[in-house]
C-alpha cells in the first residue's frame, strides 16, 4: 500500500500564497502520475492539477496562471504553490498517486488539507 500525506493548508487573505505538500510513503516502486483534487462544500470533487513521472503538467482553467504544481521525485514528493488565491479556492485539497505501471483512476488518495481564503 502506498500511503499520502499532506501539509502545508490553512487561512489565507484573498491574494495571498500558500504551498502544498504531498509526501508518499509505503510499498512505492515507481509512481507515475501525481495529482492535486479539491472539494468544496456542497460541490463535486474537481481536478486542480496533475504532472507526470517525467514533470508534464496539466491545470484547471481555474487555477492556470496563478497554481503550479510541481514534484521531487527522489523524495515521492508533489507541491502546488497556489498564488493570488480567491475566496473560491476554499476547499479540501487532496493529493492522489498511481504506480507508473496503472493507468485509469487514481488508487491512492490523501486525507486532505483544508484551505480557506477570507479576510
Known amino acids: 500500500q502506498v500511503q499520502l500525506v499532506e501539509s502545508g493548508g490553512g487561512l489565507v487573505q484573498p491574494g495571498g500564497s500558500l504551498r502544498l505538500s504531498c509526501a508518499a510513503s509505503?510499498?512505492?516502486?515507481?509512481?507515475?502520475?501525481m495529482g492535486w483534487y479539491r472539494q468544496a462544500p456542497g460541490n463535486q470533487r474537481e481536478l486542480v492539477a496533475t504532472?507526470?513521472?517525467?514533470?508534464?503538467?496539466n491545470y484547471a482553467d481555474s487555477v492556470k496562471g496563478r497554481f503550479t504544481i510541481s514534484r521531487d521525485n527522489a523524495k515521492n514528493t508533489v507541491f502546488l504553490q497556489m498564488n493570488s488565491l480567491k475566496p473560491e479556492d476554499t476547499a479540501v485539497y487532496s493529493c492522489?498517486?498511481?504506480?507508473?505501471?496503472?493507468?485509469?483512476?487514481?488508487?491512492?488518495w490523501g486525507r486532505g488539507a483544508q484551505v480557506t481564503v477570507s479576510s
Open positions: 492522489a498517486a498511481r504506480p507508473a505501471s496503472v493507468v485509469g483512476p487514481y488508487p491512492y
Open positions: 504532472i507526470t513521472s517525467r514533470g508534464t503538467s
Open positions: 509505503g510499498r512505492i516502486f515507481s509512481i507515475g502520475s
